[in-house]
């Protein structure tokens, strides 16, 4: 089974400890997002784990821990969000430019193939127009395109607790700033490709994306994937299935469009309260919860490695 770690908190950012302590023990409980009395037991045993994608916005703080993961014969791989809002933003994030130290450390050490880049999400607004997209795009294109594949984006979507923050931009300033960032990406012979995104962008040599599909993730094993759809992502989400060992309301970061945070004051309460020893992100497992073993089917067939 791939692991994700995770769509629903930045762990490599602020929980890189409490990870690898997971690491170690072999396994983590993971809070069901739908009842607060029922936890997951997954197992994080090379085996069992054939995949860890990583997301994140600042993975710097795991960087130390590559090492052992490597000794201990785990594959991964990050997706990496690098936006360029600013503190005003993403208050809880490195300026850009140590970002971007950050993405060219990974990629040096894992390869281009191990490193996607996440322009996401897009906002549209008097601020955030298409030149500003533009213009900070081919800035980070000339970094990035060297190290990475490919680059997936969306545009923000308008959840109910983002009303007032983040717009549903209109279809036309859509469509004006793909075509910008197609082009600056066939500059840079980058491939992108659009994440959970309904508007139809194939005219522009744009199509729809995953982040965790299974032809890459095929050939960083090296061995075929016989992953199915993920149903319980998002609609127009393309990923193959995984399990995802996070929790919402537990990021710290206090990105303002954030889709995982509904309530900031009590991500940074739950953060700073938490135990790198529990077994669960966010704490010692309160008495009379069930726990159920999560079932970790092999996603994988035995092969010999294909080429990169």
């Known amino acids: 089974m791939f692991v994700s770690v995770s769509r629903r908190t930045d762990i490599p950012a602020f929980y890189a400890p409490w990870f690898m302590g997971r690491v170690r023990d072999g396994f983590c409980l993971v809070p069901n997002p739908y009842d607060a009395r029922r936890f997951s037991r997954v197992s994080l045993s090379p085996r069992d784990a054939e995949l860890i994608m990583f997301w994140s916005k600042n993975p710097a703080p795991l960087l130390t821990h590559l090492d052992e993961l490597d000794a201990r014969g785990y594959t991964y791989a990050f997706t990496f969000t690098l936006t360029p809002y600013g503190p005003g933003l993403e208050p809880g994030l490195p300026d850009v430019c140590a970002r971007v130290e950050t993405f060219e450390r990974l990629s040096q050490r894992l390869g281009p193939l191990r490193v996607d880049w996440r322009y996401d999400p897009i906002l549209l607004d008097g601020q955030f127009t298409v030149s500003y997209h533009a213009e900070r795009f081919s800035r980070l294109c000339e970094r990035l395109s060297p190290l990475t594949t490919r680059c997936i984006f969306s545009f923000a979507d308008p959840y109910p607790h983002l009303r007032g923050r983040v717009r549903s931009a209109p279809e036309g300033e ?135």
């Open 174 to 308: 859509m469509r004006a700033l793909a075509a910008a960032l197609a082009r600056i990406a066939a500059t840079h012979g980058l491939t992108l490709e659009t994440c959970c995104e309904r508007i139809d962008l194939s005219d522009l040599g744009i199509s729809h994306g995953a982040c965790l599909d299974a032809g890459r993730a095929a050939r960083i094993l090296g061995r075929p994937v016989s992953a199915t759809h993920d149903t319980g992502q998002r609609s127009g989400c393309g990923c193959v299935r995984s399990v995802d060992i996070g929790a919402y309301d537990t990021c710290p970061g206090g990105c303002a469009y954030c889709y995982a945070t509904h309530a900031a004051a009590r991500a940074r309460a739950r953060y700073a309260a938490h135990d790198p020893a529990a077994p669960a992100l966010t704490g010692p497992i309160p008495p009379g919860v069930r726990v159920d073993e999560r079932a970790m089917p092999p996603l994988c067939e035995a092969q010999t490695r294909l080429p990169l």
